[in-house]
């Protein structure tokens, strides 16, 4: 097996639901309903898609850098 490949497959960054549960549960003080929990994930998608161009060119002109 090609570690390359392997590398290539790796997820860089996840939210999994249990996280935003626990979350909700820190902010608001009780777990979020089916209907919130599909709220709050169309806006986390949104937000963390919005600008993701400056995110990764951010990124790789540090990782450069180094």
């Known amino acids: 097996m090609n570690n390359n490949n392997n590398k290539q497959n790796n997820i860089i960054?996840?939210?999994t639901?249990?996280?935003l549960q626990n979350e909700a549960v820190r902010l608001i003080g009780r777990k979020l309903?089916?209907?919130e929990l599909y709220t709050a994930q169309k806006g986390i998608e949104a937000g963390?898609?919005?600008d993701i161009e400056t995110v990764f060119k951010t990124a790789i002109e540090e990782a450069i850098q180094k």
């Open 48 to 50: 963390l898609s919005f």
């Open 33 to 35: 309903t089916d209907q």
């Open 13 to 15: 960054f996840s939210i």
């Open 17 to 19: 639901v249990d996280e």
